[in-house]
């Protein structure tokens, strides 16, 4: 037993959707050994993680197939990657064993809501206020990155038509300015 299982590369790189199912299965390149006979037999591990276990199917007897299933949900916003160690060791005495890095990255949907930094602005114009006078800038953020969390701004169906006559929204800005007497 002169020969460590080696995997392909030093790590696997792994793109998950934060909003896959649980169960859902990921395959995984395993590793290779060059000796022969009970030398040569894997076994498999992964390192600790709530997230996933590591699935191990014999289809003959030199080869299995290797996936990860999800255990617990995917939140971008809390865990955007995850970097599990897995360890291939063979059957030989003493043991040999080659390891590869599984950079997990959790992929974002659009499953947050955009927030103000406060929910209520008050001002007080005199009705003689010159269009183009700034009233107030809102400022709303949301947890998604890419275009998911891109914010934009504008009035909503219940706000009446005089109002919008009178003021005007800056849909990237939020800035509110007066645009009629």
Not at 61 to 86: G, H, N, V
Not at 115 to 123: C, E, K, M, S
Not at 134 to 146: I, K, P, Q
């Amino acid at each position: 037993n002169d020969n460590p299982p080696v995997f392909k590369g030093a790590e696997q790189r792994i793109f998950i959707p934060e909003n896959r199912q649980l169960d859902s299965r990921f395959p995984l390149e395993g590793a290779v050994d060059a000796d022969i006979g009970a030398n040569s037999l894997l076994t498999y591990t992964l390192s600790p993680t709530d997230y996933f276990s590591l699935k191990v199917e014999t289809t003959d007897e030199l080869s299995k197939s290797l996936s990860l299933e999800l255990r617990k949900s995917l939140d971008r916003e809390e865990t955007p990657e995850l970097q599990l160690l897995l360890t291939a060791t063979d059957g030989g005495k003493p043991e040999l064993e080659g390891t590869v890095r599984l950079q997990i990255t959790v992929l974002d949907v659009n499953d947050n809501a955009p927030l103000f930094d406060q929910a209520i602005h008050r001002a007080q114009l005199v009705e003689s206020t010159v269009n183009g006078t700034l009233v107030t800038t809102l400022n709303a953020t949301d947890a998604d990155e890419g275009v998911n969390g891109e914010v934009v701004f504008s009035f909503g169906n219940d706000v009446s038509l005089d109002i919008q006559e009178k003021f005007n929204v800056d849909s990237l800005s939020g800035e509110i300015r007066v645009i009629g007497d």
